[in-house]
């Protein structure tokens, strides 16, 4: 097979989906954000952004914590380290497929 | 690829989203322009040139800045576009740039003086390094590129100007044999043109963002308990 398919085949397919692309490379450039945040910078709504960060949480790339800030709920999300070295991967790993 | 990059440079800009970072760094231009002012326009034994009011007039700026910008980002931004906590390596970036900057200033006017060059060389250079750093900002937004082009243009006119009109911004007074009232008036004038610059381009943003923007509603601003968990 053609190197540079099999690249393209060895990417990660939680990833690779461009909603939960979004959502790992914006949390990637910060420390942590809450739900607010990503829904007005991925203009998803709440239940698609809600759905992927399911999926992040279920392949242990994202941690959630639910808090408060004053009598207001807060969900905090960032990425775990488990998430940071999987996209800093498919980075690389595009990069090479391109 | 390109779309990734810049998806990972969002967060940066999100900082200036409601144009807090330009009204910092220009309430902070315009504040030690007053106080320069002060010190130069009265007599040497007035209040304005005693040292403990230096420190005060600043240590109240920077609490203005500081619990200002907090009050902003709590009350308004983190409400309606939510909140972001930036990694801590990112501040030492700030600071690194932040210091180079500073240290450009004595280090211009020694290089103007021990060459004989014209102090006010030095100067507009200084000037055009301080818009350099603004432009990642103004590539967030179309329009900001025009504080960016006063930001160019103040340095260029200012270091054009007859030097005995720049030296009287600074009350004709030399602060040393090495420091002439015009290097004094240039520099002045620069933080007074960026400062003002600064103030009206984030005014203006503070107040797009306050105009395109508003808290959702609260049963809509947080998923429910059984989503995200």
Do not use: G, K, Y
């Given at each position: 097979m053609n190197r540079q398919v099999q690249t393209f085949n060895e990417l990660n397919r939680v990833i690779h989906e461009p909603g939960r692309l979004m959502i790992v490379a914006l949390l990637f450039a910060v420390d942590r954000s809450d739900f607010l945040y990503l829904q007005h910078e991925t203009e998803m709504n709440k239940g698609t952004l809600s759905g992927h960060l399911s999926r992040l949480e279920e392949a242990g790339y994202v941690e959630i914590l639910k808090t408060y800030r004053g009598k207001v709920p807060q969900t905090l999300l960032c990425l775990t380290v488990a998430g940071r070295k999987a996209f800093e991967e498919y980075r690389r790993k595009l990069k090479e497929a391109l | 690829m390109d779309q990734v990059e810049s998806l990972l440079k969002r967060p940066r800009a999100y900082d200036n989203i409601d144009g807090v970072a330009e009204l910092v760094f220009g309430f902070m231009c315009l504040g030690f322009s007053l106080i320069a002012w002060l010190q130069l326009h009265?007599?040497?034994?007035?209040?304005?040139?005693?040292m403990y009011t230096f420190l005060i007039y600043t240590a109240a700026m920077i609490s203005i800045i500081h619990y200002g910008s907090k009050a902003i980002k709590t009350r308004i931004t983190y409400r309606r576009t939510g909140f972001v906590e930036y990694r801590h390596d990112k501040y030492w970036v700030a600071v690194g740039i932040a210091a180079v900057v500073s240290a450009l200033v004595p280090v211009g006017l020694y290089l103007a003086v021990r060459r004989h060059w014209e102090v006010l060389t030095p100067i507009c250079l200084v000037g055009l390094a301080l818009a350099a750093l603004y432009i990642p900002v103004a590539r967030?937004?179309?329009?900001k590129w025009a504080t960016f082009s006063v930001m160019v243009a103040g340095p260029l006119a200012i270091s054009a100007l007859p030097a005995d009109l720049v030296g009287a911004f600074a009350?004709?007074?030399?602060?040393t044999s090495a420091i002439p009232a015009k290097a004094v008036g240039a520099y002045w004038l620069t933080f007074v043109v960026d400062g003002t610059a600064l103030m009206i381009s984030g005014g203006r943003s503070f107040w797009l963002y306050l105009r395109h923007t508003q808290a959702p509603a609260k049963e809509t601003s947080e998923p429910a308990s059984s989503d995200v968990q």
């Open positions: - | 009265t007599p040497e034994s007035s209040v304005w040139n005693q967030t937004v179309r329009w009350n004709h007074m030399d602060l």
